[in-house]
C-alpha cells in the first residue's frame, strides 16, 4: 500500500473519530481500560494496528474484543488478540500505547512509522475480527473498530456480542482449523460437545448433584449459558441468575470480581444454604464458587481452588493412563493464597511458578510445563496442553490396556473441553462441574481440601498509581522509597502475615492485599498497608480507615 494511501486514516479519524481528550492512556494489564467516553480515538488507532499486526503475521487473523470485562458498565476498553487466540505479544503494547496517544495530526506519520518499524507488507491481506460485551457503548467502540481496519485495507469480521473467550477460541481456529470452527457454535460443539461426552462416561455419586446455580455478572456470559442450558439434556441443571433483566446493572453487587474482592454471594438472588454457585465476570473470562453454610456465611471457593481441584484430577488420571513423563506445573500470582501454595507444593506435590498479575503473564509460563494449569485467585485462568503431552494421550488412548484407554480417554475430552487461548468461565465451569462430579464431592468436600489463611483485598485512590514499582512478581514494592520496609514493619506484628501492594492495569488504583492468621488481623493489616500507601504515595481523596 504506497503511504500515499495513507491519508485515509486522517479522514477517518477527523471525520468520524477525532481524539478528543489529552488524557494519556496506556495498554494495561489487558488492554486499554477507562470510561468509554475517551476511548472511540484509541480504538479506531486499534484497529489499524490489528491490520498491521495481521499483515506482519502474513495475513493470520488478529482479534479485537470491545470489553472493559470485570469493571462498572461506565467504563469500556479494547485488547488485542495475536494469532494463536493468545494475548498481543508484550513487545506491542508500546506500539499500541503510542499509536492511541499522538494526535490526530500525527496520526499518518506515526502509522506510517510503525509500519516501516515492524516491516509489514501492507500489500498483503489482513483479516480483523471483531466481538463486544453487552455494555451500551459498546456497538458505537466496534464501528470504530471496523473503521480502523477498513482504513487500511483489512477485512473486519463481526461477532456481535460475544464473551470475551469464544473471540479467542474463533480467532485461533480461524488461524488453525484443526482446533476448532472459528464460529460461536462451533465454540459450543466442541466445549459443551465434550462435557456431553464425558458426562456418559461417569455416573453421578457421593455427595455430587447436578444443580448449579449461576451468577451471570448481568454481562455476556450468563446470555450464552442460557442458549447452552438448552442442549446439556439434564446432564447440568443450571438455574440462571443475574442475566441482565429487571433493572441488573453489569458488575454491580454481583460477579466473579465482587464476589471474590468483597468477600460477599451476589445480589439479585438467592440460592438455598449449601447449593453450589458458579459466579462469571462481565465478559465470561473469569469464574469463581461460593456457597452460603447453614449459618448463612458465604464460603468461597476462588481461582486457587480451581486450580486445585484440577491440577490433581489431572495428575491422577495422567498416572492412570499410563502417559508418563509429563511434566505438569501450576501458575499463579501473588494474590494466590498462602494455604494454597502449601497444599499444591507439599500435599499435591505439582511445582508452582509465581508471576506477575496478568493473564498475559501466567500463560506464558505455563507453556513451559507440558500441563500447564495456571489460575489467578480472582477466577482468571485455563489449562494448556503442550503438543508432546496430547500426543502421549491420544497413544495412550489407542494402545494403553483397558483401564488405562479409560483414564486416557477421560483426558482426551477434558482437553477438548479446555479453551486453551485464555481463562473462560464457561469452559472452566464444565471442567469444575467434571470433576466433581467424577469425585462425587458437593462443594463442602472441596472447600475442605485446605483451608485459607483468612484475606482482604483494599483498593486506595492516588493521585499517579505509577509512582508504584514492584519487583519480584509484584510481592515488593520498589518505590516509593521507604514504602517496601512500613510494609515489612507492619507484616511483621502478624502471625502469618503477608501483605503487599501494586498499581492496577485496570482501574486507576493502588490494589493491597494482606493475609494473616484471623479475618479480623487480615482486615487490620490491610487497612494498615492501605494508610502507608496514603501516606507515601501521594494519596488523594478519603483516607483508608482502620477497622474499629
Ligand atoms: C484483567 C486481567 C487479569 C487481571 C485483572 C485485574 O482481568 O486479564 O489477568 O487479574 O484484569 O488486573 P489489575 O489488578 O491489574 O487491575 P479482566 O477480567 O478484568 O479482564
Redesign the pocket.
Known sequence: MPPSSLRVVYAFAREMHPKTTDVFIQY???GFRTKASLLEHVVYRMGLLAVIRSRVKNGRTIGMMITA???LEPDNGVKLIDPHGEMLEQSWEELATRLANVSDNDLESTTEQIIKEVNADMGLKASVFIGMDTRYTSPRLAAAAVHGVMALKGTPKEFGIVTTPILHYCVRCRNDNSYGKPTEEGYYEKIVGAFKNIRQKLSVTGNYNTILYVDGANGVGGKKLNIIKKGLDGELDLVLHNLGGNGGKLNLNCGADYVKVSQKPATGFEAPPLQRVASL?GDG??LVYYYLDQNENMKLLDGDRIATLLASYITELLAASGALGLRLGLVQTAYANGASTKYITQKLKIPVTCVK???KHLHHAALSYDVGVYF?A?G?GTVVYSDAAKRAVREAADTGDVEQRKSAELLLDLIDMTNETVGDAISDLFLVETVLCARGLDARDWLAQYTDLPCRQLKVTVQDRNVISTADAERKCTAPEGLQSRIDELVDKYTDGRAFVRP????DVV?VYAEADTQQAADKLAAEVAQAVFDLAGGAGERPVLPE
Open positions: 494495561g494489564t489487558a470485562s470485570h469493571n465476570d473470562d473469569r498479575t496478568g493473564v489467578e480472582n482468571h492496577s492495569g485496570t482501574e490494589r
